[in-house]
Nanobody, 121 residues
Framework: QVQLVESGGGLVQPGGSLTLSCVAS????????MGWYRQAPGKERDLVAT???????NYADSVKGRFTISRDNAKNTVYLQMNSLKPEDTAVYYC???????????????WGQGTQVTVSS
């Protein structure tokens, strides 16, 4: 059993910054990749950024140059530094992790509970 807990969301003015964090805990053999997705009201849940265990990153075009994803492997934690926030960034942000849960090569995707980010003046 694996749990992902996000934190760091809140209300920020356009142009401001927030940093989200997500801690994975539980039965973890290894973490293949972690990432962030977001879902605005009435829209699909979309990829924001991902990072592999080796540090390879991928970003949605809409956040390139503004958001930075990083990991602290020792703490099983992923971060999302969000700068130059825009109203269209408003969404619930969900942590995602692809985790190997046993020595038998069982890879499972987990989701956090989500944290609200609201960008408004």
């Amino acid at each position: 059993q694996v749990q992902l807990v996000e934190s760091g969301g809140g209300l920020v003015q356009p142009g401001g910054s927030l940093t989200l964090s997500c801690v994975a805990s539980g039965t973890i053999f290894s973490i293949v990749a972690m990432g962030w997705y977001r879902q605005a009201p009435g829209k699909e849940r979309d990829l924001v950024a991902t990072i592999t265990s080796g540090g390879i990153t991928n970003y949605a075009d809409s956040v390139k140059g503004r958001f930075t994803i990083s990991r602290d492997n020792a703490k099983n934690t992923v971060y999302l530094q969000m700068n130059s926030l825009k109203p269209e960034d408003t969404a619930v942000y969900y942590c995602n992790a692809l985790i190997t849960i046993s020595i038998f090569h069982e890879d499972v995707t987990y989701w956090g509970q989500g944290t609200q980010v609201t960008v408004s003046s």
